[in-house]
């Protein structure tokens, strides 16, 4: 059977460099960063002092105050990014279409903070005073039930659980419904809320966060100086459609996606595979998935977590996917401004991939002062570049081993 074609049809986030795709993406290609001083928990009890935090965001502009009470934080970013999203498509959502438009919107932890309130509720109230909301606001696909409840979309419905890599595998396994013909249309990406008081512990006891104070030089990728990773939160979204589907009704169209590879390290639960074998195999395949060749990609958006391993593996990685056409591509890493959004990471990232093609502009990676000589790729450091694409990637790497690479194209009719 022939592989229908895919485009991008609609974008939303909610981000800490704005909640809305224009102010972030005027933020990025400014070289605006949305780290500051950690403020949601006290930061005297951490030993990393600083958050990429979604700042100013109101959630009654999208969700009935009532409804917003029986919803954690990361359900909604996600439905307010899937809300906006679909308008930017114009995607109307009717008894006639329903049920060929899916959603699947994944979450690393979902709904730790209710998580957190709840248990301390139980052991200081007993189990009477526990939410009868409690499990339907914490399981991470709830994000999914209440975009779907809340558009009106009966098709194809998933939630994807694999850590950073969340978001990307969201996308790619979304693509591939539509591409083999079980939806038309489908939204799809990441949302996550983890600036809580238990993931912030659980990540400064695993070492992985940055502990400089200075929220403008905590995050910088790639950098020899880099110490960790700063939390984010937010949501990005997209609406993917069948080429078909999306001319039949005259959409807009940002992007093509042609390319999905998704790999495991089968090494260890929180350190990537020597080398970068495996996020090396996603990348390959997602440039063989989508019937290009390695020189064909001229922009990666790095996972590039500001990590020693991360960001040395992955440059490995390109190096090993790429050859000499490496040192010819651009790479950058937007969470030395965005933080990162674990498994909002990918969808967010998705949006930053798809306008840089779109726009001919290449995200920088600020805070890139002093290179690490293990990497030494071209990664955009600190101002934003024009540069016309055919052709650009986005990595997401996750605890667990997963690998997961996305490709779009500049859209040819």
Not at 336 to 362: C, D, R, Y
Request: charged content about 20%.
């Amino acid at each position: 059977m022939e592989k229908r074609r895919v485009v991008v049809t609609g974008l939303g986030a909610v981000t800490p460099v704005g909640n809305d795709v224009t102010t972030a993406w005027q933020n990025i290609v400014a070289g605006v960063s949305g780290i500051g001083p950690l403020t949601r928990l006290n930061p005297e009890d951490y030993p990393a002092k600083v958050a990429a935090e979604v700042k100013d965001f109101q959630v009654e502009n999208f969700i009935e105050k009532k409804d917003a009470r029986k919803m954690d934080r990361f359900t909604h970013y996600a439905v307010a990014a899937s809300l906006m999203a679909v308008k930017d498509a114009d995607l109307d959502i009717n008894d006639e279409n329903a049920h060929r438009i899916g959603v699947w919107v994944g979450s690393g932890i979902g709904g730790m903070e209710t998580f957190e309130q709840q248990h301390e509720t139980f052991l200081n109230r007993g189990y009477r005073r526990v939410s009868p909301f409690f499990v339907p606001m914490m399981i991470p696909d709830m994000a999914t039930g209440q975009i779907s409840i809340t558009l009106g979309a009966k098709g194809f419905n998933s939630c994807t659980v694999t850590a950073c890599a969340t978001g990307t595998n969201s996308i790619g396994d979304a693509f591939k419904v539509i591409q083999r013909g079980d939806a038309d249309a489908m939204i799809t990406g990441g949302s996550e809320a983890p600036i809580t008081k238990m993931s912030l512990a659980g990540f400064c006891a695993n070492t992985a966060l940055s502990t400089n104070p200075d929220p403008k030089t905590a995050s910088r990728p790639f950098d020899q100086n880099r110490d960790g990773f700063v939390m984010g939160e937010g949501a990005g979204i997209i609406v993917l459609e069948s080429l078909e589907h999306a001319q039949a009704r005259g959409a807009k169209i940002y992007a093509e996606i042609v390319g999905y590879g998704a790999t495991g390290d089968a090494y260890h639960i929180t350190a990537p595979a020597p080398a970068g074998e495996g996020g090396a195999r996603a990348m390959k395949m997602a440039i063989s998935d989508g019937g290009l060749s390695p020189a064909d990609i001229g922009y990666i958006n790095a996972h590039g977590t500001s990590t020693d391993y991360n960001d040395k593996f992955e440059t490995l990685a390109i190096k090993e996917t790429f050859g000499e056409h490496a040192y010819k591509l651009a790479v950058s890493s937007t969470k030395s401004m965005t933080g990162h959004l674990l498994g909002a990471a990918g969808g967010v990232e998705a949006i930053f991939t798809i306008l840089a093609l779109k726009e001919g502009i290449l995200p920088p990676t600020i805070n890139l002062e002093t290179p690490d000589p293990e990497c030494d790729l071209d990664y955009v450091p600190n101002e934003a570049r024009k540069q016309e694409l055919k052709a650009a990637m986005s990595n997401s790497l996750g605890f667990g081993g997963h690998n997961a690479t996305i490709v779009f194209k500049k859209y040819e009719g």
